[in-house]
């Protein structure tokens, strides 16, 4: 596609329950990177993949949180028992091989209530 | 751990003035991502700075880099209505090109 996309673009979700957060990164784009954005905590880095290996998980906030990239394309971010404190709008991003700049998605705004 | 300042954290202009906002970081990064973000959508890549003394411009606002002095602006020269928006830099951390730590952001108000 064009640009990033993600999906659902809204999601409430009731405490406790389990939910998933689906990113399509720009065609042949081999860098994804999952970020958070909240009131209190501004912009967060989550997650980086690089192919299908994610070489680096240090800004998930819990072992709640996972991340799975698939085919070196879709991702997906579940995040499990979710607590009010998740949410968030949670944003997706991807680069090329060798590019520098890293295009955001729309984001996926999570409500937990 | 990185930390990024950003100042001014509110700005209000009024149109076809200049202003500065000003991105201090506390360790060593090669390069700096600015990025704009209007309310309720996702950021939109203004500029990669890539080099110490990088100055790049597009159309009245302009980015630079001064890695050792751990300082990037980003001026805003005759301020228009549409320009009215967040910007956040953002210089990688960790050691890697890609972990950004993202400023706090300008919320930047131009007004008539």
């Known amino acids: 596609g064009a640009g990033v996309s993600q999906s659902p673009s809204n999601k409430v979700t009731e405490k406790g329950k389990d939910v998933e957060l689906r990113c399509d990164p720009i065609?042949?784009?081999?860098?994804l990177y999952w970020y958070r954005q909240s009131l209190g905590q501004g912009l967060e880095f989550l997650i980086y993949?690089?192919?299908?290996?994610?070489?680096?998980k240090s800004g998930l906030p819990s072992d709640r949180f996972s991340a799975e990239r698939t085919g070196g394309s879709v991702s997906t971010l579940t995040i499990q028992r979710t607590q009010q404190e998740d949410s968030a709008v949670y944003l997706c991003?991807?680069?090329?091989?060798?590019?520098?700049?890293?295009?955001f998605g729309e984001g996926s705004w999570l409500t937990v209530v | 751990e990185l930390k990024v300042e950003q100042n001014p954290l509110f700005l209000s202009m009024q149109e076809g003035k200049n202003y500065t906002i000003y991105c201090n970081y506390s360790?060593?990064?090669?390069?700096l991502y600015w990025y704009r973000q209007d309310p309720g959508k996702s950021l939109e890549s203004l500029f990669v700075?890539?080099?110490?003394?990088a100055v790049k411009q597009e159309g009245r606002l302009m980015a630079s880099l001064d890695t050792k002095a751990r300082l990037s602006t980003l001026h805003i020269t005759a301020a228009v209505h549409d320009l009215s928006a967040t910007y956040f830099c953002?210089?990688?951390?960790?050691?890697?090109?890609?972990?950004?730590?993202f400023g706090k952001g300008t919320l930047l108000t131009v007004n008539p």
């Open positions: 065609s042949g784009h081999t860098a």
């Open positions: 953002a210089p990688p951390g960790g050691g890697s090109n890609y972990k950004l730590t």
């Open positions: 360790t060593t990064s090669d390069r």
């Open positions: 991003a991807s680069s090329s091989p060798g590019g520098n700049t890293i295009y």
């Open positions: 700075l890539l080099s110490n003394g």
């Open positions: 993949f690089q192919g299908n290996s994610a070489p680096d």
